[in-house]
């Protein structure tokens, strides 16, 4: 079976933007660049006169609408009415460099991994726009406020390319190498992502809409001179009209998720004796292997039998104590002792004496008589696990009540096992037969 491999990465770019020279300045300032990117191009003529020139590239300032055809898919869809206010709004292109394509800068950093889109997904509330009566080049609105955009010097954190082609190569470096030519053979399974970094409120009515991240594209959008604008400037900062190249609406429904009903709980201070519940222990009812007499009570008498659930300030009884004699364990020793004599003797006569509980689980290989497993001793003054379960009350009654389950279902738990030996029966007819042809 296969399963789907996705990757994640921070941008994409094709063509010759990959050449640019100066770097991201990641909203931190505005760079040295004017209006647009610029690449340099050497030229020779006839093998003796060359000619270097700065040539610029098509950016923001460029851009005065997007095809729809692009735009692939919208989380959530336009108009959905129950948006579940803890999920994250998103849009996606079905180039996979769509984001990054008219960045006027280069990847920063020492791994090259920080590219801010282009582009901007905001998602605002109906009294935190108006719409303007501008229609070119492009329609517009005007924001109420920088607290509702995105920080411009985080853009870059909030968009990835994403690949849904399948790769053997467990070195990501390889893969890289040869997602071009995987992209080649299904161009459907990489694209892109812009999403929206807002905490949804719940049962509110918003509207998206895709914006230019850089201030060139914002004045080109609204038909107005970019003449002198730096190209990394960034769009977030004075006037806060920016132009719409696509937008849609949705409304949140009740938040109902899982960090909503933690906050639900409300903590209570619980009883003490919840979870615990006192175990009359005077009388243990046992006889003793070597005389009439009843077992002795182990000291203390009355214990506190603890549930699987209990509250946290719930006491615990300390037992056995320190520097108390029990002469209840030597008494149960003998006792106990009698399962593995019978099992060591299985011709003799049989004892009715109280249960060894795990000593099934506790069988160990024989060395010196192999085939044969060797019964542990119990030795009471052993914090063995299978000797602490023995010697306290407290864990023989639960142990005592989950053998009483096994005995009261033993049949059915039998043709469970006789079931699970056919089949295990047939797998071994079908490896014979395997081997034979």
């Not at 869809?77 to 800068?105: H, K, M, Q, S, V």
């Amino acid at each position: 079976m296969a399963f789907g491999k996705y990757q994640f990465l921070s941008w994409s770019r094709r063509g010759i933007a990959r050449n640019i020279i100066e770097a991201d300045t990641l909203g931190k300032s505005e760079g040295s660049g004017i209006e647009r990117a610029r690449i340099p191009v050497s030229v020779t003529i006839n093998a003796t006169t060359k000619h270097d020139r700065q040539f610029d590239l098509i950016g923001p300032a460029d851009v005065t609408g997007i095809q729809s055809r692009m735009i692939v898919r919208t989380e959530p869809l336009n108009g959905i009415a129950d948006f579940e206010p803890n999920l994250i709004p998103y849009i996606e292109f079905y180039d996979e460099d769509f984001p990054w394509r008219y960045t006027p800068a280069t990847p920063a950093g020492i791994d090259k991994s920080h590219l801010r889109p282009w582009l901007a997904l905001i998602v605002l509330k109906e009294n935190e726009f108006l719409d303007t009566d501008r229609r070119k080049p492009l329609p517009s609105i005007r924001v109420a406020g920088n607290d509702v955009l995105p920080p411009a010097d985080q853009l870059h954190l909030w968009a990835h390319m994403h690949s849904n082609l399948p790769h053997e190569e467990p070195v990501f470096e390889t893969f890289l190498e040869n997602l071009e030519e995987d992209v080649k053979m299904d161009p459907d399974g990489i694209y892109s992502r812009l999403m929206c970094p807002r905490k949804l409120e719940a049962k509110a009515l918003y509207h998206a809409f895709l914006i230019p991240a850089y201030e060139t594209g914002r004045l080109a959008g609204l038909g107005m001179s970019t003449a002198g604008v730096k190209a990394q400037k960034h769009a977030f900062d004075g006037d806060l009209e920016f132009p719409v190249y696509f937008r849609w609406y949705f409304r949140t429904g009740k938040n109902v998720d899982f960090e909503y009903l933690v906050k639900l709980l409300e903590p209570r201070v619980m009883d003490e004796r919840v979870g615990v519940r006192p175990m009359d222990c005077s009388r243990p009812a046992f006889i003793q292997a070597d005389t009439n007499a009843e077992v002795a009570a182990p000291d203390p008498e009355i214990m506190l039998l603890e549930g699987a659930l209990k509250a946290p300030n719930a006491p615990s009884t300390d037992f056995p104590p320190e520097g108390v004699p029990q002469p209840f364990f030597s008494q149960i020793e003998k006792l106990i002792d009698l399962n593995r004599l019978q099992r060591e003797n299985e011709e003799e006569d049989p004892f009715v004496t109280i249960p060894y509980y795990g000593m099934n689980h506790a069988m160990r290989r024989n060395n010196a008589l192999p085939g044969k497993k060797e019964i542990p001793k119990f030795t009471p003054d052993s914090a063995v696990w299978y000797n602490d379960l023995n010697r306290d009350p407290r864990t023989r009654v639960p142990a005592g009540f989950g053998m009483r389950v096994v005995q009261q279902n033993q049949e059915k738990f039998m043709e469970i096992a006789w079931k699970q030996l056919t089949e295990v029966l047939e797998a071994n007819k079908r490896m014979i037969l395997g081997q034979f042809t």
